[in-house]
């Protein structure tokens, strides 16, 4: 393949600027910035951008996933091996990056919500999330078509079935044809209708959608907690950025100190985090949403 001459370089970066300018002026005055990151396009067929507003404070980080890129694969991965075989813990917290890094992935976000033996919820230096940790998903899970996760009741799940096809679907016990599932704890669209909401709460959020065709995959993920800076989004307000990102249904997936953004380009060693965790580091996770690039044959 040709290496992209000096020219088309420079039209790419102008096109890219061109639409961050476009995002801002469909925003209005609220926005004091919206424009891509150096690493807009990490890989073939994702692009990746930050936007920062005033009013309210606001500091969001989007990924835009080409789904009919033939190397573009969506990956569900839990942490850490199961510490209790048949017993009530499933997988073991381990930090996004850390299972980005043995999975092969080039782009992360946390998965699911989930419960960690012997700890109580908090953020920054009290948090008592730590690697290793016993743990379970809250929903559906399931791995390169092995489930490792069902529930009694129904939740919203990311699908990706063994032809690769990607949905977003009620889900309590995974099908033999499903390769990937993700589970969030509400739907935010419902075939390009907002769906009603009752909790008005501001905090980081994590949310993944797809647009009507099912061919683009549209990651969200919003800082909060951070006074001045960045307050978080209510599922009200989501489901307004998913639909002005061209989705046509979005889950919301756990939020918080696990919400978070991480990519490794081509050539890089480590990964890097986009966003700004409110414990001050990666929290550990039992599951990831994960890119793969798959080289293809050789």
Known sequence: MRRQSAGMQFVSRWVSHLLAVVLALELGADCLRAEYSPTNRPFPGASIFSETRTNPPTRMFVAILDLKQPNLRLRVSPGGPDPDGPGEWQTTLMRPTRI???????????????????????????????????????????????????????????????????????????????????????????????????????????????????????????????????????YDELAQEMLRLGCHDALNLDGGGSSVLAIREAGAKDFRVLNEPTDGRERPVANVLGIVIDPGPR
């Open 100 to 234: 980005a890094e043995r999975e092969g992935m080039a782009l992360v976000v946390n998965g699911d919500f989930f419960q960690a033996r012997r700890v109580v919820d908090a953020e920054g230096t009290n948090s008592a999330y730590r690697a290793n940790i016993w743990s379970s998903v809250s929903g559906p899970a399931v791995s390169a078509g092995k489930v490792w996760s069902t529930t009694l009741r129904e939740r919203p799940c990311l699908v990706v079935d063994r032809n690769n096809r990607v949905s977003v679907r009620p889900l309590a016990r995974p099908t033999a044809d499903m390769r990937e599932v993700v589970a969030g704890n509400t739907l935010l669209l419902r075939a390009g209708v907002p769906v009603t909401q009752t909790n008005r709460l501001r905090h980081p959020r994590t949310v993944v959608g797809l647009d009507q065709k099912q061919e683009r995959l549209v990651l969200l993920v919003v800082d909060g907690r951070k006074p001045g800076v960045a307050v978080g989004m209510n």
